[in-house]
């Protein structure tokens, strides 16, 4: 695994207002949109995974990318997001939300039929589209507090404190099921 703090030395870091990390073809204006593949609209391609070449940034935004990598990885990529916030800087993370994927695919009482198609449904949910590591509120909270963010506070789709931060999503949603949201939003300070 990688040290974070041995990272940060050796990037040659520029400092930045707005990072749109995994931006892939979605583009935000106003914003450095960072991909690992240099998609249309990518400012910056570079491997997150391997540090961020940025300082004193405001906010950085990811929608939708962190299941895309692996959960050690993302520990390192959320001290990194740490160490590239200014203080008072906010990271928002939106990404499928683990506990309404149980709660909507997983039933205790399943026909033999049901059983099979459930079992193919949670697999999609957890292995399809690339996914490596689907988090929970619980999950992520604790992540993001031992990457050193202080506060950390669930957020609706759309919705923020910050106006910056507002309207940000475009990933398609699902009705909520039994209380839970089809999309984990927080925001981390």
Same mark, same amino acid.
């Given at each position: 695994?990688?040290?974070?703090?041995?990272?940060?030395?050796?990037?040659? +870091?520029?400092?930045?207002?707005?990072?749109?990390?995994?931006? %892939?073809?979605? +583009?935000?204006? %106003?914003?450095?949109?960072?991909?690992?593949?240099?998609?249309?609209?990518?400012?910056?391609?570079?491997?997150?995974?391997?540090?961020?070449?940025?300082?004193?940034?405001?906010?950085?935004?990811?929608?939708?990318?962190?299941?895309?990598?692996?959960?050690?990885?993302?520990?390192?990529?959320?001290?990194?997001?740490?160490?590239?916030?200014?203080?008072?800087?906010?990271?928002?993370?939106?990404?499928?939300?683990?506990?309404?994927?149980?709660?909507?695919?997983?039933?205790?009482?399943?026909?033999?039929?049901?059983?099979?198609?459930?079992?193919?449904?949670?697999?999609?949910?957890?292995?399809?589209?690339?996914? *490596?590591?689907?988090?929970?509120?619980?999950?992520?909270?604790?992540?993001?507090?031992?990457? %050193?963010?202080?506060?950390?506070?669930?957020?609706?789709?759309? *919705?923020?404190?910050?106006?910056?931060?507002? %309207?940000?999503?475009?990933?398609?949603?699902?009705?909520?099921?039994?209380?839970?949201?089809?999309?984990?939003?927080?925001?981390?300070?």
């Amino acid at each position: 695994m990688i040290d974070p703090l041995r990272l940060a030395s050796r990037i040659e +870091a520029e400092p930045t207002e707005r990072l749109h990390l995994g931006s %892939g073809s979605v +583009a935000l204006p %106003g914003w450095i949109n960072i991909d690992n593949q240099p998609y249309p609209g990518v400012d910056r391609v570079v491997d997150v995974t391997q540090g961020l070449p940025f300082r004193d940034a405001r906010f950085i935004f990811a929608e939708h990318f962190i299941e895309h990598i692996r959960y050690e990885d993302a520990r390192v990529l959320l001290a990194e997001c740490r160490r590239v916030l200014r203080d008072g800087g906010v990271l928002r993370l939106s990404t499928p939300n683990l506990d309404w994927v149980w709660a909507s695919h997983y039933r205790t009482v399943l026909t033999p039929d049901l059983e099979v198609l459930a079992c193919f449904a949670m697999n999609r949910a957890f292995r399809g589209w690339g996914h *490596q590591f689907l988090w929970n509120l619980a999950t992520l909270s604790a992540a993001l507090h031992d990457a %050193g963010f202080k506060r950390v506070v669930r957020c609706e789709y759309g *919705q923020s404190e910050h106006a910056e931060l507002r %309207g940000l999503e475009q990933h398609e949603t699902n009705e909520d099921y039994e209380g839970h949201s089809h999309i984990l939003i927080v925001e981390a300070s």
